[in-house]
């Protein structure tokens, strides 16, 4: 059983910064997703399990940055230039090598998801 914890979360200014933290199993590719009620789960950032590709989706580029680190079997999402419509609950998710990065459906372990909530 894959268990994926997320901590970080929380209320910040527009233009602010946070990192997203997620505690996973070893040999896994790596994404976070984001969804708001009403909408479906938009990709965010992925990471292949040995760290060789990193993903973003195009409303994070230049902004958030995603690093592993697996020692500590840990993913980080640093999160910079927040804007109110980054607010969202952020879910960790990972998935075996097959299978695009982008696609929610290719993900079959989710962690619990931690709002980030950014005021303007």
């Known amino acids: 059983q894959v268990q994926l914890v997320e901590s970080g979360g929380g209320l910040v200014q527009a233009g602010g910064s946070l990192r997203l933290s997620c505690a996973f199993s070893?040999?896994?590719?790596m994404g976070w997703f984001r969804q708001v009620p009403g909408k479906s789960r938009e990709f965010v950032s992925g990471?292949?399990?040995?760290?060789?590709?990193?993903y973003y989706g195009n409303s994070v580029k230049g902004r958030f940055t995603l690093s592993r680190d697996n020692a500590k079997n840990t993913v980080y999402l640093q999160m910079n230039s927040l804007k109110s419509e980054d607010t969202a609950v952020y879910y960790c998710?990972?998935?075996?090598?097959?299978?695009?990065?982008?696609?929610?459906?290719?993900?079959?372990?989710w962690g619990q998801g931690t709002q980030v909530t950014v005021s303007s």
């Open positions: 998710a990972a998935k075996t090598a097959l299978g695009s990065m982008l696609s929610p459906s290719n993900y079959p372990y």
């Open positions: 990471i292949t399990w040995n760290g060789g590709w990193i």
């Open positions: 070893s040999g896994y590719d």
